[in-house]
């Protein structure tokens, strides 16, 4: 049973990872400004805030610090997001370091290479993209995504804190709250029949998800991995997925769903973009398990098992 501190912990991914680990019976802290609805240590704090910060962990000591408290897209306001990026990272990794954390697993993004939905899509300078490919970041969102894997690295590489990075495409998961606030939305739109707006702008379009259980998962083995220290990881699903292919997936649930492209903020804006996983897979031994099919039956599931509740 390990002694773990999840950042951010209420929060989309987070509350996945909390999940999972209380699963492996692990023993988990959550550190967050709201209450976490599982039963675990709660510890209040606002990680922006170090001297409160520092006085709500002062004593505290964790094997494993999964860091996924970061700001879900650019709010417009470029000091808060320095503010809750970095600073708020640069307090948590000067903790880790003084409490000789084994291992500090920090949520990056692919957004940090320089794809963010919000701006022009700029086309990889190959396919798949692995961990390796030039870094463009031209947004607030992914500039901090950036800086926080620079910072981390740099914790690593002179203060030996033993950190790991995952980059996260586009998860996709049930219980949207936060970065997957659309996917509620989405869920509702399938439950109710309505006409599904798809998170692409065109058919042809194809862009690379991620089943939030499987990025949890991912965490939770480069938390123990010892070859994932010093390392950054793509953290994506088996296969890019295209327009034609999503909607297809949606009307193998709902044959008689009537479904709608040009969503304005999608991930490859009608271009293409794929990822490579080769090096989780080479080094940590870990391959994603669920299809962009099993995903969307996970979240029709999920709604569907939501109203019924509602109704019983």
């Known amino acids: 049973m390990a002694k773990v501190l999840v950042v951010g912990g209420t929060g989309y991914v987070g509350s996945e990872l909390v999940r999972q680990l209380l699963e492996r019976q692990e023993k988990v802290s959550v550190l967050s400004r709201s209450q976490p609805t599982k ?9 922006t805030n170090k001297e409160g910060l520092l006085e709500k962990l002062e004593g505290k000591d964790y094997e494993v610090i999964y860091h996924v408290a970061s700001l879900p ?13 970095v600073v708020g990272l640069t307090n948590m990794l000067e903790f880790a370091n003084v409490s000789k954390v084994k291992r500090f697993v920090l949520s990056s993004s692919i957004s940090a290479q320089g794809w963010y939905p919000a701006t022009k899509f700029e086309k990889p300078l190959y396919m ?21 894997e620079i910072l981390a690295l740099t914790f690593y590489y002179q203060y030996k804190v033993p950190v790991s990075i995952l980059r996260l495409t586009a998860v996709v998961g049930s219980k949207g709250k936060g970065g997957g606030k659309m996917w509620k939305d989405f869920a509702l739109e399938m439950k109710e029949g309505k006409e ?15 089943d939030i259980r499987d990025v949890a998962a991912m965490h939770i083995v480069a938390g123990a991995h010892p070859k994932a220290v010093g390392e950054i990881f793509n953290c994506c699903g088996p296969k890019a997925t295209s327009g ?27 271009g293409e973009i ?17 299809t962009i099919s099993d995903s969307l039956r996970n979240i029709f599931d ?6 019924d509740k509602k109704m019983s």
Not at 196 to 210: G, K, M
Not at 302 to 307: G, R, Y
Request: net charge neutral.
């Open 39 to 47: 039963k675990v240590e709660w510890l209040k704090a606002d990680i």
């Open 244 to 270: 034609k292919e999503f909607s297809k997936a949606v009307k193998d649930i709902l044959p008689q769903a009537k479904v709608k492209f040009g969503y304005p903020w999608s991930m490859a804006q009608g």
């Open 128 to 148: 798949p993209v692995d961990e390796k490919h030039p870094c463009r970041p031209k947004d607030m969102y992914c500039s901090t995504k950036r800086m926080q």
């Open 274 to 290: 794929e990822f490579d996983m080769g090096k989780m897979e080479k080094l940590l031994g870990y391959k994603p398990q669920y």
């Open 196 to 210: 599904i707006q798809l998170p692409l702008f065109s058919p042809e379009e194809r862009s690379h998800f991620v």
């Open 73 to 85: 897209g650019d709010t417009g306001n470029p000091e808060e997001m320095v503010k809750v990026n």
């Open 302 to 307: 999920w709604i569907k098992n939501e109203e």
